[in-house]
């Protein structure tokens, strides 16, 4: 059973760092794209930025320049380097993973960016 674990968030003040975490440490499987979704108050989920097993990445235009996303296929980990932050990426960012039609979500960890 897939179980994504995230780890990292917290509260950072404009132009501050914070690295995030997530691991699946009980499937077996290697999932095809890991990625970072975030849900800001009263808004839609959001993709931030995703790798696939190749390490092709996509990012979200806001977070270009500021964000790196990398992952250990090995491990079945993937993290978020954000750099640079502001305000407005505060928001709960969630892991998740494909692997085929099917799709995982971790439970979110909080970020909190002040000014």
């Known amino acids: 059973q897939v179980q994504l674990v995230e780890s990292g968030g917290g509260l950072v003040q404009a132009g501050g760092s914070l690295r995030l975490s997530c691991a699946d440490s009980?499937?077996?499987?290697?999932?095809?794209?890991m990625g970072w979704y975030r849900q800001g108050p009263g808004v839609q989920r959001d993709l931030v930025a995703s790798?696939?097993?190749?390490?092709?990445?996509n990012y979200a235009d806001s977070v270009k320049g500021r964000f790196t996303i990398s992952r250990d296929t090995a491990k079945n980990t993937v993290t978020l380097q954000m750099n640079s932050l502001k305000p407005e990426d505060t928001a709960v960012y969630y892991c998740n993973a494909k692997l085929g039609v099917m799709e995982y979500w971790g439970k979110g960890t909080l970020v909190t960016v002040t000014s």
């Open positions: 009980t499937s077996p499987f290697v999932f095809s794209i």
């Open positions: 790798i696939s097993r190749g390490v092709g990445t």
